[in-house]
């Protein structure tokens, strides 16, 4: 199993929306590193659900419940989706700030390069992130 974090400004679509529809299709990624990653989701991977922009915070668990396929948002077929359904949300959303101010993220791909929307992160990291929202 694998681990991820998707962001999403949440006046777009926020976790609640994500728990309302139960399930939906990841749209609207037009990076290439992001669109890799999606390629290398499978079945089962949880993902670290992030409200971006002004939030800036961790709210939930989703997991991936489909694999890539051509982004129906566009006829351009560099341009992938994966489905997602929720997990659950955290017992306490987790600040960015909080994960910036621990040690053991440093290495983090949210803490060195937050600007990528899709984003691998270690077991380790996914544990931690789990443990500060406790």
Avoid: C
Wanted: aromatic share 8%; net charge negative.
């Amino acid at each position: 199993m694998n681990y991820w974090l998707m962001k999403s400004e949440p006046g777009t679509y926020s976790w609640d929306d994500l728990v309302k529809d139960k399930q939906t299709f990841w749209d609207g990624v037009r990076n290439y590193q992001a669109r890799n990653n999606m390629k290398e989701m499978k079945v089962g991977d949880l993902v670290l659900f992030y409200h971006s922009v002004n939030e800036k915070t961790v709210v939930g668990i989703a997991k991936i419940v489909k694999e890539h396929y051509q982004d129906p948002t566009t006829e351009d077929d560099r341009w992938v989706v994966v489905d997602i359904a929720p997990v659950q949300p955290l017992k306490r959303p987790v600040k960015l700030d909080e994960i910036k101010d621990d040690a053991r993220l440093d290495q983090m791909v949210l803490v060195r390069n937050s600007r990528l929307s899709v984003q691998p992160v270690k077991k380790e990291e996914f544990d931690i992130i789990l443990g500060m929202s406790e």
